[in-house]
């Protein structure tokens, strides 16, 4: 899933400058940030830390982590324990990591919980459609839908926690962790930062985002949401810590026809892309879990997405649907610039 990180990451630059300096006698160089290309996409990390040694190399060992992560679990590298799964699909289980075994076993239960919405064999389907606002889209022929799904299915994964492997039943199957990846590996370069000492920090991987303990300053960390309609711009915030916000969109790569936008992210039950929502954002403890969850919710759509938040604990969203119209979980408590609206269930 393709977040609008980039974007989101320099409101968040642009709402940290404007809450340093609160408290006197609090220097701003004790807030350290790096960005990096990392997983596809843009990750800036920002921590708190005593002097300039410790906060750079706080940064680098957290981004460390997520380069780590990248080239043990992605769906592009040549070398992942993830592609050489998919190469052996229908040929025999494949030994992998500890960590890999984990994260994957945690995916399939998040497909069980939400009744198959997520599904990393998602990657199976047959790849039908450009995302790229083309001048004359048309959705395929609904056979050649119905046999793109084939081979997709969660259930049909098989693991084997005594000799640690994965296995792909059928040939042409393939999994990609890409739908929580990015928050899977936030949560480890935290838990790298913590074991390193480190008090507070924000972490942003493309709308994914975790923070903890204050910033410099003493205050809450700030975390924009944005406005699809107004690129570059914050419909609302939120003012946190110890906790994850993650914030997806399906208004950057989307086709129309008909009148109806066809955002990216794909129903793995029918095939077609999901439709109802265009920005999903998830409050909860876990930034790995929220991560997930975004795409559960955008698969689910606004009336069964919401509802199925509502019956989680410690999960809250936001959610901007097709007509623009704000709806928010009975737990979630939003700042609005002027204009903004929203309809709580």
Same mark, same amino acid.
């Given at each position: 899933?393709?977040?609008?990180?980039?974007?989101?990451?320099?409101?968040?630059?642009?709402?940290?400058? /404007?809450?340093?300096?609160?408290?006197? =006698?609090?220097?701003?160089?004790?807030?350290?940030?790096? *960005?990096?290309?990392?997983?596809?996409?843009?990750?800036?990390?920002?921590?708190?830390?005593?002097?300039?040694?410790?906060?750079?190399?706080?940064?680098?060992?957290?981004?460390?982590?997520?380069?780590?992560?990248?080239?043990?679990? !992605?769906? +592009?590298?040549?070398?992942?324990?993830?592609?050489?799964?998919?190469?052996?699909?229908?040929?025999?289980?494949?030994?992998?990591?500890?960590?890999?075994?984990?994260?994957?076993?945690?995916?399939?239960?998040?497909?069980?919980? *939400?009744?198959?919405?997520?599904?990393?064999?998602?990657?199976?389907?047959?790849?039908?459609?450009?995302?790229?606002?083309?001048?004359?889209? !048309?959705?395929?022929?609904?056979?050649?839908?119905?046999?793109?799904?084939?081979?997709?299915? +969660?259930?049909? %994964?098989?693991?084997?926690?005594?000799?640690?492997?994965?296995?792909?039943?059928?040939?042409?199957?393939?999994?990609?962790?890409?739908?929580?990846?990015? =928050?899977?590996?936030?949560?480890?370069?935290?838990?790298?930062?913590?074991?390193?000492?480190?008090?507070?920090?924000?972490?942003?991987?493309?709308?994914?985002?975790?923070?903890?303990?204050?910033?410099?300053? /003493?205050?809450?960390?700030?975390?924009?949401?944005?406005?699809?309609?107004?690129?570059?711009?914050?419909?609302?915030?939120?003012?946190?810590?110890?906790?994850?916000?993650?914030?997806?969109?399906?208004?950057?790569?989307?086709?129309?026809?008909?009148?109806?936008?066809?955002?990216?992210?794909?129903?793995?039950?029918? /095939?077609?892309? !999901?439709?109802?929502?265009?920005?999903?954002?998830?409050?909860?403890?876990?930034?790995?879990?929220?991560?997930?969850?975004?795409?559960?919710?955008?698969?689910?759509?606004?009336?069964?997405?919401?509802?199925?938040?509502?019956?989680?604990?410690?999960?809250?969203?936001?959610? %901007?649907?097709?007509?623009?119209?704000?709806?928010?979980?009975?737990?979630?408590?939003?700042?609005?610039?002027?204009?903004?609206?929203?309809?709580?269930?």
């Amino acid at each position: 899933m393709r977040k609008p990180g980039l974007w989101l990451g320099l409101l968040l630059g642009l709402l940290l400058l /404007g809450q340093t300096g609160g408290a006197q =006698g609090v220097e701003p160089r004790h807030t350290f940030t790096r *960005s990096a290309h990392v997983m596809g996409s843009r990750f800036t990390f920002t921590v708190v830390a005593e002097n300039d040694s410790a906060g750079q190399r706080a940064l680098r060992a957290g981004l460390g982590e997520v380069r780590r992560i990248d080239r043990l679990m !992605s769906f +592009w590298d040549s070398t992942s324990e993830v592609v050489h799964i998919n190469r052996m699909a229908g040929i025999r289980p494949v030994v992998v990591s500890t960590e890999t075994f984990a994260l994957i076993s945690r995916t399939l239960r998040l497909s069980q919980l *939400s009744g198959g919405a997520f599904d990393i064999t998602f990657a199976s389907a047959d790849k039908l459609y450009r995302f790229d606002r083309q001048a004359h889209p !048309s959705l395929p022929d609904s056979a050649l839908v119905r046999a793109s799904v084939r081979r997709i299915g +969660w259930q049909k %994964i098989k693991m084997d926690a005594a000799r640690h492997t994965v296995y792909l039943p059928e040939k042409g199957m393939r999994i990609n962790l890409a739908g929580i990846l990015q =928050g899977y590996g936030i949560r480890r370069a935290k838990q790298v930062l913590t074991e390193m000492d480190i008090k507070g920090g924000l972490l942003n991987g493309s709308g994914d985002i975790y923070c903890w303990g204050r910033q410099a300053d /003493g205050s809450l960390w700030r975390v924009a949401i944005g406005d699809p309609d107004h690129p570059h711009s914050v419909a609302a915030w939120v003012d946190v810590t110890d906790v994850a916000v993650v914030t997806a969109g399906n208004y950057e790569q989307y086709f129309t026809v008909g009148g109806q936008a066809y955002g990216h992210i794909i129903n793995p039950h029918t /095939g077609y892309p !999901s439709v109802g929502l265009r920005s999903v954002t998830i409050v909860c403890a876990d930034v790995e879990l929220a991560d997930g969850l975004d795409e559960v919710v955008f698969v689910k759509g606004p009336t069964e997405g919401l509802a199925f938040i509502n019956n989680l604990k410690g999960v809250d969203c936001t959610l %901007i649907t097709d007509d623009n119209r704000t709806l928010v979980s009975r737990g979630m408590k939003l700042n609005y610039y002027h204009g903004a609206t929203s309809a709580k269930p």
